[in-house]
Nanobody, 115 residues
Framework: QVQLVESGGGLVQPGGSLRLSCAAS????????MSWYRQSPGKERELVAY????????NYADSVKGRFTISRDNANNTMFLQMNSLKPEDTAVYYC????????WGQGTQVTVSS
């Protein structure tokens, strides 16, 4: 079955850290660039980070640069998002995405940053 499954979300205090994972199955993961998106209530879904198929190129939204790190393990068909120095405005549902004409989305994982 072709799917993306996120995990690792939760409740964290401001300044804390979380590591999200995205497990891919049913397709040749190493052949695809991948992305993380997020969506807060009342806002449009926004691109957070992008990584190319081999992990040599990454891009970040200005709002997370220097705090978030995207990475991937092609041997285990998994992508990660390390989130440090979290802020309340990072609260959102985070989605794993395979971009392109045959785009694929995960179900999302909730991240809540609150004291």
């Amino acid at each position: 079955q072709v799917q993306l499954v996120e995990s690792g979300g939760g409740l964290v205090q401001p300044g804390g850290s979380l590591r999200l994972s995205c497990a891919a199955s049913g397709f040749t993961f190493r052949s695809y660039a991948m992305s993380w998106y997020r969506q807060s209530p009342g806002k449009e879904r926004e691109l957070v980070a992008y990584i190319n198929s081999v992990g040599s190129i990454t891009n970040y939204a200005d709002s997370v640069k220097g705090r978030f790190t995207i990475s991937r393990d092609n041997a285990n068909n998994t992508m990660f998002l390390q989130m440090n120095s979290l802020k309340p405005e990072d609260t959102a549902v985070y989605y794993c995405n395979r971009p392109g004409r045959d785009t694929l989305w995960g179900q999302g994982t909730q991240v809540t940053v609150s004291s």
